[in-house]
């Protein structure tokens, strides 16, 4: 047992390299009945003239938690309007913002606490109470163990469970809970979302950026696909502005998606391939000598090395043309626009998951790409925007000496770990479920918590997760739908949705920043609860009994609470056995007492928060109008039908650290010789296993985003339903025209994973050797009624390849075959 | 008393069918593919991959068009389309006989039929529900992402729609039908 | 107070005074029992059958047991609609020869065929009062509210009115008061004319359709009416000598013939010439439609059984084959009734909104529509009530013109 090793130690360590840029990093995991007219059976919401409640809130159909206003008639949530006042959303919801109701009002909801009564995975559950699900969990039944059979087992190493999170705005209540469970296995939705894109931003200039897009004059958005993928304010302000009004958008993409439709002009490059573009836009950049000469020679560490590393490697827009597909003109053309447009000139960062293995090696290329042109931390650029401070909720971070340490083996040759370099925060999911079902874990995990979170549908390898948990003994899921995932759980446990709960107030930084709070709507439905009060009612279950188990194995603390001898003077007057007793009560209450992370109301903690930092008016303000920034009664005005002001010209925060990158150094790192040793390459280099060919008869398979969808999320959202019925697979025309498959047909599309069976949807949108469908459908859980067997599941299909860095889940490195059935 | 007209700034749209929702959830239509008031409308881009045409693949959000002179109220034999005091189109679901001549006579594809009544039915300006509250926004344009739309009287000289209409380039759809539609696309 | 019941018992008398055989269910089943009588017998029960089962499902199922959808409204049933009444107007031009313009030699027919038109436009209701939404809504703001620029307001009303005046025009034929038959015939006739021109107007009135928009429909409703009308003249008399003419009939029916094919050029000229302009300079949404009709296999069954058959068979017996023409009339009449329907169907081919409104369908080309089992069971029983109808009016009233 080694005494060194600190949970507290190790989370801080690998902080330093988990890089949380201005604020709005709300990380989404990313990563399909027959097609038909749905009978026009559900009777939709109408407003009236009615005395209403206007509540406002923010939406969680998706991870920008747009701000939003409620209007509630009798008690029914009849409308979800925009709130004009926060800045980051600007006034909007989008199809999904508005179909919340539907989320809210879904009959195939989670109504109340369950536990498995039949085989795992097979969805057998019986609906029992809180105070009934919680002992489940605690002390089994007859079809699982409890935690508390396992802990002792495992001599209390609380790492023996598993806790991960999808995005959300309590996911830091429950990584508290996780924090004071003592676990140090924790897997969110980073390693299948941009943990890549963030790092590599963050060790290149010190921070994942944003963009300004409102002033920008130039714009390479490769690969991010904003008309679909909404983000805000992105989406909010780059369409307004292309078409010859003010912007020039660029948009790089395999697929002719509607970001192409909206840009001034679309490059159909050959997917994985954009890190070769990159290179070839540097290399003009420099060869030409475009770039910001004064502020490279001020911010800039080992530019002469980046620079003949460039210019040596031979990455001219000629040999990138061939590799990429694109023409060589262009790529001159961008170039030089690029540079022209400096600095108000945005290479788009990105933001989703990863594509391809040497995706770390492209966002780097891609910031130094924009650094040199010096739009860092300007106006027009890319900005680190300011953060609003807020109070702190403090937790409880026991420390359990048996607790092992994460389950990641290091690799000995290269100081890294088995499967990448690094190991971030939200660590690697699909190396670890590897891990797992290989049996190379250095410890036993046997039990897993899991909440707002779909792995089975998530990542990569649908048949590969759904054996890890058939294997884990305990799993606990905490849900608002019955997704597949939480049909391969052990107890259920509700948690009502966002209209029904008050969240964890937030500070969202930008060139506008904001502090936003999601308000309660109506009063939770069915027996369902938040996060928060449910892990108060399980932690005042599971508490007093492992800590006795803690008590039973964890020496040190067996020492910290007996008392001897020495302990007792003159004056005392308990026994030995008493003083320990109080010696234990003590320690119990000032460390392992995990009810008190729990034990305030979220308004309280919310009101806390707030007025630490800004005053008690300024907690009244959040829970009446759900936005607080400073001087906000001053600065807010409306300017017209459509235009707001939230901050005057002089008050964005376009440049807060004049220029200078966020890095250690305060210089952008070209060279990064540390990972050189671990065999990553150390400064962005093409490799020729990067060359990207599709073998004869086969495509490579792209997945996406659609604006109507969030992944499975939003499946069985009757509403949306109505826009998007099913997901259908792009096929190039004429490929589709000499396999004989019209618009409509089944086909079924197979990989060395799995297969999956879709409707094709022949179109010139796409290249002949490549496809795509949407992520979120075909799941396989039957009491999922409109999602159920719904079109085709990508990750079904999907090889479970990760980038070697992060190992975070390249989700475009499968090639597929596709059959007409 | 006002003169509503819809001004379309349509290069903005990204046809994430927010509109699409947010009329359905504020005015109570059904769920179905056939029940729009409005739509976005797109085309397959010309050209073959990858020289694929930009401009054929633009978004084109639309609704009825609240004419001034229009067929729909021409054709209606019991007068159940009739003009309000705003210059909406309404159409009275009392005197609505389902005879379907507006539906056919419509230019734009407007008008759908409203299971619960069998009448027929089309968009109107939120005029029963957001206009009623005395709000100056409909639920199309207020909870569009990229703000497609504004919405405002044009008999007022100062409203922003006016100031739209006399400043920028604009057309009309089917203008050569004489139906003077009052939705405006700015070019 | 007396006067009022002196003008009841005065309409009361005029009632009693009709000539209307008094009749049992045995005489409605005493006709010759040879195979084809039966066979029709058995057909018009089983369209009546057909008539009630439509109904119900439509009682049970409102506009969805219809193919109807939002881009093709009208369907098979407003085509049937439209096929009685034209047929209807047809036997009231025809039947005006004799009693309102004095044509001796057509007088044979006036009494049958006005008879006719009375029981094919009340075929005709029977069918669009299940076609219509709200048929009780229409007759109350009909009234109260009425739409006078709309073309099936004037329709409705005048093919109302039209009906009250038959009504009228045909009792009096059975009275045998030619003046008044005359009279009433005459202004039954011009409301006709005007009810069915305004028909043909709600299709002429679409700015928005090109390929009906204009003059062609209100005026080719009325030539068409009257080949119509001569077609089931020809089928009417056929039954009634069962093929073997007496000498003034045929004389008649040379004349009717004669007329036929006169009307039939005319048409074919009006047909080609609508064509010719509809596709000539390619315009949009015109001319492509117009290609796609000449295409389509329901064109041709019109052209060729409404128009060439028809024609080849007068005009090569130099309008003396009775027999022939007999069958010739009843392919025409299967002509006319794709003709009613290719005229709704063809209106509503091209979509007006020619845009994709989701991303995962095919871009919206020919608007599609087949009639359900609904509409089909209810069109023939629509049918079948034309012909029980029909057939009992030839039991209670004498319809051969005396002399």
């Not at chain 3, 409204?73 to 309102?100: H, K, M, N, Q, R």
Request: with cysteine; charged share 20%; glycine share 8%.
């Amino acid at each position: 047992m080694d005494v060194g090793i600190s949970r507290r130690r190790f989370l801080k360590g690998s902080a330093a390299l988990t890089v949380l840029g201005g604020g709005t990093i709300g990380l989404t995991p990313l990563l399909g009945n027959e097609e038909g007219d749905h009978e026009a059976a559900a009777v939709m919401t109408k407003t009236s003239t009615k005395e209403a409640k206007l509540v406002p809130t923010l939406c969680e159909m998706c991870v920008n938690k747009c701000a939003a206003i409620a209007r509630v008639e009798d008690g029914v949530v009849v409308k979800l309007d925009p709130n004009p006042l926060f800045p980051k959303s600007k006034n909007m919801l989008c199809p999904r913002g508005n179909a919340g109701i539907q989320a809210l009002y879904d009959p195939d909801r989670l109504k109340r606490p369950m536990i498995r009564t039949g085989e795992k995975g097979k969805g057998e559950f019986k609906e029992v109470s809180w105070e009934e699900a919680y002992d489940a969990i605690l002390n089994g039944t007859d079809k699982f163990p409890g935690m508390a059979k396992i802990l002792d087992e495992e001599e209390d190493n609380r790492s023996s469970f598993l806790f991960c999170a999808g995005e959300g705005m309590a996911e830091h209540t429950f990584k508290m809970f996780y924090e004071a469970f003592g676990s140090a296995n924790w897997l969110n939705h980073a390693s299948i979302c941009l943990q890549t894109v963030a790092s590599a931003y963050g060790v290149t200039m010190g921070a994942y950026p944003q963009a300004d897009l409102e002033n920008a004059e130039y714009v390479i958005m490769a690969g991010a696909n904003r008309a679909e993928a909404i983000v805000t304010p992105d989406t909010m302000d780059i369409f307004k502005r292309t078409k010859g009004r003010g912007a020039k958008l660029i948009c790089v993409d395999p697929r002719f998606t509607n970001t192409a439709a909206k840009a001034d002009k679309w490059l159909g490059i050959k997917p994985g391939t954009d890190l070769a573009f990159v290179l070839a836009l540097t290399y003009v950049t420099l060869d030409e000598e475009l770039y910001n000469k004064e502020y490279v020679t001020n911010n800039f560490n080992d530019f002469d090395l980046y620079k003949e590393h460039i210019l040596s490697s031979g990455y001219t827009p000629k040999w990138a043309a061939k590799i990429t597909g694109l023409k060589e003109s262009d790529i001159y053309e961008i170039a030089r626009e690029f540079a022209a447009h400096a600095p108000r000139a945005i290479y788009y960062p990105g933001r989703r998951s990863t594509f391809s293995k040497n995706d770390f090696q492209l966002r780097r290329a891609m910031a130094i790409f924009q650094a040199l042109s010096g739009g860092i931390d300007t106006k027009g650029g890319l900005v680190f925007g300011s953060k609003l401070p807020l109070g702190e909720h403090k937790g409880v971070v026991p420390m359990y000496y048996q607790a092992r340490e994460r389950a990641v083996n290091k690799n000995k040759q290269n100081d890294g770990y088995d499967h990448c370099v690094v190991v971030s925060g939200g660590g690697s999911w699909i190396a670890w479920r590897n891990r797992f079902l290989e049996n190379v874990m250095p410890y036993k995990v046997r039990g897993a918590f899991i909440y707002k979170h779909n792995p089975m549908l998530n990542m990569p390898n649908t048949a590969k997760t759904a054996e890890m948990f058939k294997k884990m003994e305990l799993v606990v899921a905490i849900d608002t739908m019955p997704s597949d995932t939480v049909m391969y759980a052990d107890v259920v446990l509700p948690e009502c949705t966002y209209l029904e709960r008050t969240d964890p107030v937030f500070s969202f930084g930008g060139v506008e920043p904001a502090i936003a709070q999601r308000n309660k709507v109506i009063e939770p439905m069915y027996d369902t609860k938040p996060v928060n009060e449910i892990l108060h009612g399980l932690t005042k279950k599971i508490s007093k009994p492992l800590f006795e188990i803690t008590k039973k194995h964890d020496m040190f603390l067996q020492d910290e609470i007996t008392a001897s001898e020495s302990d007792l003077d003159e004056n005392s007057t308990m026994t030995l056995a008493e003083l320990s007793k109080q010696k234990e009560e003590t320690m119990y209450a000032d460390e392992f007492d995990l009810t008190k992370v729990f034990e305030h109301s979220q308004e309280e903690v919310n009101e806390h928060m707030v007025a630490e930092k800004h005053g008690e008016e300024a907690a009244k303000q959040i829970k009446e109008h759900g936005i607080f920034y400073p001087n906000m009664e001053k600065y807010y005005k409306q300017l017209g039908e459509n235009k707001f002001q939230y901050y005057p010209e002089n008050k964005k925060s376009y440049s807060v650290n004049g220029g200078v990158p966020k890095t250690p150094t305060k210089k952008i790192e070209c060279n990064l010789a540390n990972l050189a040793s671990k065999g990553v390459d150390p400064m962005p280099t093409w490799r020729d296993e990067y060359n990207f060919k599709v073998p004869n008869g086969k495509f490579k398979l792209l997945t996406g985003r659609h604006a109507q969808f969030t992944q499975t999320g939003t499946s069985n959202n009757i509403a949306l339903h109505d826009l998007i019925h099913t997901n259908y697979i792009w096929i190039n025309e004429k490929v589709a025209k000499e396999q004989g498959i019209a618009f409509g047909d089944k086909v079924e599309v197979s990989s060395a994973t799995g297969k999956t069976i879709i409707r094709a949807y022949p179109t010139e949108k796409i290249a002949p050797d490549t496809v795509f469908f949407v992520h979120g459908f075909g799941e396989e859980s039957e009491k999922l009624t409109t999602a159920y067997k719904n079109g085709g599941c990508d990750n079904a299909v999907i090889e479970d390849n990760i980038e070697p860095v992060y190992g975070a889940a390249a989700m475009h490195e499968t090639n597929v075959e596709i059959r007409k059935v | 008393m006002a003169n509503y007209v819809m001004v379309l700034d349509y290069k903005n749209c990204i046809n994430c069918k927010a509109c699409e929702i947010a009329c359905k959830e504020e005015n109570g239509v059904l769920l179905g593919a056939d029940k729009h008031r409005i739509w976005v409308g797109s085309n397959n881009p010309k050209g073959e991959w990858p020289k694929l045409d930009i401009a054929s693949a633009a978004f084109l959000p639309s609704q009825c068009q609240q004419c001034e002179n229009a067929p729909c109220q021409d054709v209606c034999p019991t007068n159940a389309t009739y003009y309000d005091k705003n210059g909406v189109v309404q159409v009275d679901s009392d005197k609505c006989i389902l005879c379907s001549y507006c539906m056919v006579a419509c230019p734009y594809d407007a008008r759908y039929v409203d299971d619960r009544t069998t009448t027929v039915d089309k968009c109107t300006f939120c005029s029963d529900t957001r206009l009623a509250r005395g709000e100056v926004t409909t639920a199309c344009q207020n909870t569009c992402p990229t703000k497609v739309r504004t919405f405002g009287d044009i008999d007022d000289p100062d409203s922003e729609v006016s100031e739209l209409l006399r400043t920028r380039e604009h057309f009309s759809l089917k203008s050569n039908l004489g139906t003077k539609p009052k939705l405006f696309y700015l070019t | 107070m007396e006067t009022v019941a002196k003008k009841s018992s005065t309409i009361k008398e005029f009632i009693r005074s009709i000539p209307i055989n008094k009749i049992g269910v045995k005489d409605l089943l005493n006709f010759e029992k040879s195979p084809l009588n039966i066979f029709l017998a058995a057909l018009t029960l089983v369209f009546l059958g057909l008539f009630v089962i439509g109904v119900l499902f439509y009682l049970l199922h409102g506009h969805h047991a219809y193919n109807v959808t939002r881009e093709h409204p009208w369907g098979l049933l407003i085509a049937v609609y439209i096929f009685f009444v034209v047929s209807s107007t047809g036997l009231c031009i025809v039947g005006s020869l004799g009693d309102v313009f004095g044509f001796k030699d057509y007088m044979a027919i006036s009494k049958r065929a006005i008879f006719g038109s009375i029981v094919t436009i009340v075929a005709g209701f029977a069918v669009i009062a299940f076609e219509i939404g709200h048929p009780i809504t229409m007759m109350i703001y009909n009234v109260l509210t009425p739409g006078l620029t709309s073309a099936i307001w004037w329709m409705g009303t005048l093919y109302g009115l039209y009906l009250t005046f038959m009504i009228i025009e045909f009792v009096f034929l059975l009275k045998n008061d030619m003046k008044s038959a005359k009279t009433f015939g005459l202004i039954g006739l011009l409301v006709g004319l005007a009810a069915h021109s305004n028909l043909g107007g709600v299709f002429g009135f679409l700015n928005a359709r090109t390929i009906s928009n204009g003059v062609f429909y209100p005026t080719y409703f009325i030539l068409t009416a009257f080949i119509t009308g001569v077609f089931i003249a020809f089928i009417m008399m056929g039954f009634r000598y069962k093929l073997s003419f007496p000498k003034e009939i045929q004389t008649m029916l040379s004349g009717l013939a004669k007329i036929q094919a006169l009307l039939i050029s005319i048409l074919i000229f009006f047909v080609t010439w609508k064509f010719l302009t509809d596709v000539y300079g390619g315009m949009p949404n015109r001319a492509e439609v117009a290609e796609h009709i000449l295409g389509s296999w329901t064109f041709w069954t019109e052209v060729i059984l409404a128009m060439l058959i028809p024609l080849t068979i007068i005009l090569a017996s130099k309008a003396s084959a009775y027999k022939a023409i007999f069958f010739a009339s009843l392919s025409g009449m299967v002509g006319i009734f794709f003709m009613r329907y290719n005229l709704v169907h063809d209106t509503q081919l091209k979509p007006l909104q020619e845009m994709k409104i989701r991303e995962y369908q095919l871009p919206p080309e020919w608007i599609h529509y087949f009639p359900s089992a609904t509409e089909i069971m209810i069109s023939l029983g629509g049918l079948g009530l034309c012909l029980a109808l029909y057939y009992v009016g030839t039991k209670l009233f004498s319809l051969d013109t005396e002399h």
